[in-house]
């Protein structure tokens, strides 16, 4: 109150028209570790951003667990709520951009939010390190990017996302997704090393790969280890396209359980490389 008062108002109180009349944040709030409830927020109707700088809305505010956005708020930056660790919820429905990324990283007590059905892309590390984090990623989303929901556990239910054209590795490595229903249009499942997995294979059981797909990187279905030490729990992978998706040594490492593939294509996948495998 001390703050609002004294930069926008008379220094003692301030009108709902002065409130009405404020259109940036400018930093204000940036690494205030007193603010704990700030609803009052959503009276603020002309602020369409909390400043031109990254990290200009709550920042480092780690004893902020309450906040109501404005209505009119549709875009945030990179590290606008970062290590705000006391957060627990936020309605971020009116968000339609996120920024570069960083946004919410590291609210660790934050337990739910509600995003906007016009949503198109999870920036980098958006939500890495929300530990506590569990809810549905809008269908709407096209485009998850490095390490969006890095630490999440999200859901233990069904992956469905049937506008995705892009999802890059680290995205969802901590989800306890069981099964991948939809990934819609992606043409590419990037791998690499155990730290580098997209989804967090320990907890699927089964996964759709869309027709679209032409190469899934290296681990991205494997658990690492060896012989009996390990154990893949995916019990089937459906692999829709046509033609078999280019696959690594290791993509499918461990799996144990039962490839679909289309009738037609069935000998094509048994003789493509790295497929022979699973024959």
């Not at 003692?12 to 259109?23: D, E, R």
């Not at 709407?140 to 239910?157: D, K, M, Y």
């Amino acid at each position: 109150k001390r703050i609002v008062a004294s930069t926008w108002g008379d220094g003692v109180g301030i009108t709902m028209a002065q409130v009405a009349a404020v259109t940036s944040f400018g930093g204000k709030f940036n690494k205030n570790t007193l603010i704990k409830k700030f609803n009052e927020l959503q009276y603020f109707t002309s602020v369409n951003n909390f400043g031109v700088y990254n990290g200009a809305g709550f920042y480092g505010c780690t004893a902020l667990e309450e906040v109501t956005l404005p209505p009119t708020l549709k875009a945030l930056k990179q590290q606008d709520f970062s290590t705000c660790t006391a957060l627990k919820k936020i309605n971020l429905e009116n968000i339609e951009d996120f920024g570069t990324g960083n946004t919410f990283y590291n609210c660790t007590s934050l337990t739910n939010v509600t995003l906007s059905n016009n949503v198109k892309k999870i920036p980098a590390t958006c939500f890495n390190g929300c530990t506590s984090l569990y809810f549905d990623i809008p269908e709407c989303v096209e485009v998850i990017e490095n390490g969006a929901f890095g630490g999440c556990p999200i859901s233990t239910g069904t992956l469905n996302l049937p506008n995705l054209t892009s999802i890059k590795s680290t995205s969802l490595k901590s989800s306890l997704f069981q099964r991948i229903e939809n990934l819609g249009n992606i043409t590419q499942l990037s791998g690499g090393g155990w730290a580098e997995w997209t989804f967090n294979v320990n907890a699927l059981n089964s996964v759709i790969l869309p027709p679209t797909l032409t190469s899934i990187g290296d681990r991205t279905f494997g658990v690492s280890g060896s012989g009996d030490m390990r154990v893949n729990p995916i019990q089937w992978i459906w692999a829709q396209g046509l033609r078999p998706p280019t696959i690594a040594t290791y993509t499918f490492n461990l799996f144990k359980g039962i490839f679909y593939v289309p009738d037609e294509s069935l000998e094509a996948y048994k003789t493509a490389t790295n497929w022979s495998a699973f024959a």
